[in-house]
């Protein structure tokens, strides 16, 4: 939680991770693989300010310890949503598992969040572990990452009929956030790895499931953005957007946020810290303090007030999970209602 | 004997990231006897060739966005070029439109007779160089893992270039009093000119698009179709996002680029 000028924030982490990417879970022959992940991971924390920075080594593997002072000690958040990242190819035991995740936060009772992941090229078997993670770690959400390497594909798309038969499993086990991640290396890779209109089709077609786009389909915002108008079940996560745009690039990072409370609105955008790539700490107290820029650049985007940020920052992710809320936390009256679907197609035609 | 154009250290170009082809910022090391590298025939020649080629996906000159980490042409005729990229995860299907536009761009140089582009530093680089050495496009170079070439994947961009092309020339018409009904009126050789025109134009030429003065400022990319009235306001709001996608991306990426490497590429500059 986080308090400003009166104003309180219930802040949910609708994003981060615990991984381990240090040389001891490098898969032998895909060093290279495992070693630019990381590294690519740690130049993003770059964008942050300097102080925040850490050396490639602590990025490689942080402690428990670690993680609970920076995302709950002093990064403000009160609920943390754990999103797995497998790439077993790449990674022995995972960069960053369900069981990881929860081993570490069973320890914390009401700390986390446990999604878990599928991939459509893993067939009855992986719809059988599915089951069994939900059963085990009660998870309500799946990160997906449709790039992930798996036995010499370079990736899938949600419209795939494998991954249609996922959802399907996923509806019927009370699986209802869906977080997509695009990443570079889809087949066939002459196709456009970043495209979410497979996103489009699937939203439309699975009225019962939350697509949580992560990192606003980054690098394709405007193609996100043109979708997500369209779709009352499409969400913004802004993992990235306030790490890596909030410090480096305040002109553009008031940009981004004009346009997504334009086409989006601030009822369907999560925060999500992206830890351990940026620390909560200072996106929290930045975003509340931000405000957009008023100048005439800037004068037909949006605005968002407190109750607007108390949305982001935690209402709307808490409302998507279930998460309750202490009344001192919640939306006054006439300050409408977090993660509202019926606000959604903001710009007819679009 | 070789004089290479090298990449300059970042922190001896305080307030800027620029250099101009022959006049690479930071220090160098000069062997005695080499002429001095920056008045090497050949190799300024070689960095004016490489800035006509873009990345795709960011619509800007590999030279400015800090790409190309060095280029050399020997008294012979053999140009080598090395480009970097901001992550070692990036887009292979742009990185390979990238070294093959750098390739074709040099070796169509006068007195260019080999050209070698190696991309250092990328999960593809065996593949695209290779494939790119080979002449072998993009669906050889990635066998079964592509189904075909780019020129779709770079239509598509283009698209998305003339978009946010049109913002930044529709931007400061609306600003000085327009309205966007008059806009829709507009032809190309009615708008005063400008930088944005210029490159607005070339985009929609590249497309096959009307690109002549008495071309409509707003079409729909896909077809060339002039946009009709109740279709402006939402044009002109599609063609702002597009750009403030490419911008910021464009952000993020020099941002990584600089994380990665502490030297300034060639031409770069700060934006």
Same mark, same amino acid.
């Given at each position: 939680m986080y308090e400003k000028d009166g104003e309180k924030y219930f802040v949910v982490d609708s994003h981060m991770h615990y991984w381990n990417a240090a040389p001891d879970n490098w898969v032998p022959g895909a060093e290279q693989y495992a070693k630019g992940w990381i590294e690519c991971f740690h130049a993003y924390q =770059?964008? =942050? &300010?300097? #102080?925040t920075h850490w050396t490639i080594e602590h990025f490689q593997k942080y402690s428990e310890d670690d993680l609970m002072k920076d995302v709950f000690e002093d990064g403000h958040v009160d609920v943390a949503v754990f999103q797995p990242t497998y790439l077993k190819e790449w990674y022995k035991e995972g960069f960053n598992t369900t069981e990881r995740n929860a081993e570490m936060g069973k320890k914390h009772p009401g700390r986390f969040i446990y999604n878990t992941r599928w991939d459509p090229r893993d067939g009855d078997e992986g719809i059988e572990v599915l089951r069994r993670n939900v059963e085990r770690y009660g998870s309500k959400g799946v990160k997906l990452y449709s790039a992930e390497w798996n036995s010499g594909s370079r990736g899938w798309k949600l419209t795939d009929p494998a991954a249609y038969r996922y959802l399907e499993v996923c509806q019927e086990l009370g699986i209802k956030n869906i977080h997509v991640h695009k990443g570079p290396t889809i087949w066939p890779l002459d196709k456009d790895a970043f495209d979410v209109s497979d996103v489009d089709h699937a939203a439309t077609d699975f009225q019962d499931l939350n697509f949580i786009v992560e990192h606003v389909g980054l690098p394709r915002i405007e193609d996100f953005c043109f979708m997500a108008t369209q779709e009352r079940n499409v969400y913004a996560g802004l993992a990235v957007v306030i790490g890596g745009?909030?410090?480096? @690039?305040p002109r553009f990072f008031a940009k981004v946020m004009g346009e997504l409370l334009f086409w989006v609105g601030e009822d369907k955008m999560t925060f999500g810290s992206d830890y351990a790539i940026w620390e909560p700490k200072w996106q929290v107290e930045g975003f509340v303090d931000w405000e957009m820029p008023d100048v005439e650049e800037f004068s037909d985007y949006p605005r968002l007030n407190a109750a607007g940020k108390k949305k982001i920052l935690g209402l709307n992710a808490a409302k998507l999970y279930d998460i309750d809320v202490p009344a001192e936390y919640q939306l006054g009256a006439g300050q409408g209602t977090p993660a509202a679907q019926d606000d959604a197609q903001l710009v007819a035609g679009a | 004997m070789t004089a290479p154009l090298t990449a300059g250290s970042r922190s001896a170009a305080p307030g800027g990231h620029s250099a101009t082809p022959g006049d690479p910022r930071g220090p160098r090391q000069a062997t005695p006897g080499d002429p001095p590298g920056p008045r090497q025939p050949g190799a300024p020649r070689v960095l004016q060739a490489l #800035? #006509?080629? @873009? /990345? &795709?996906?960011? /619509? *800007?000159?590999i030279t400015s966005l800090g790409f190309v980490a060095s280029c050399t042409l020997s008294a012979d005729g053999e140009a080598s070029i090395r480009l970097r990229l901001p992550t070692y995860f990036c887009a292979p299907n742009f990185a390979f439109l990238m070294v093959a536009d750098a390739y074709d761009a040099v070796s169509a140089l006068a007195g260019v007779r080999r050209t070698e582009v190696v991309l250092e530093d990328h999960f593809a680089s065996a593949a695209i160089n290779g494939g790119v050495a080979a002449r072998a496009g993009f669906a050889r170079s990635f066998d079964g893992e592509a189904? =075909? *070439?780019?020129h779709q994947l770079r239509a598509d961009f283009l698209r998305k270039a003339v978009m946010a092309g049109t913002d930044q020339v529709c931007r400061p018409l609306l600003a000085a009093g327009t309205e966007p009904p008059a806009l829709r009126a507009m032809?190309?050789? /009615?708008v005063p000119g400008s930088r944005a025109l210029d490159r607005l134009r070339q985009r929609r030429a590249e497309l096959g698009l009307p690109a002549g003065d008495d071309a409509p400022l707003l079409i729909d990319p896909a077809t060339g179709a002039p946009v009709r009235d109740d279709a402006v306001p939402l044009h002109l709001r599609r063609a702002r996002t597009t750009r403030i996608s490419i911008e910021a991306n464009s952000g993020i990426c020099r941002g990584m680029l600089r994380h990665r490497y502490d030297t300034a590429g060639l031409g770069e500059e700060d934006q």
């Open positions: =770059g964008l =942050g &300010p300097p #102080a745009l909030m410090h480096a @690039r | #800035a #006509a080629v @873009r /990345d &795709p996906e960011l /619509d *800007e000159p189904v =075909g *070439e780019l032809t190309l050789g /009615d």
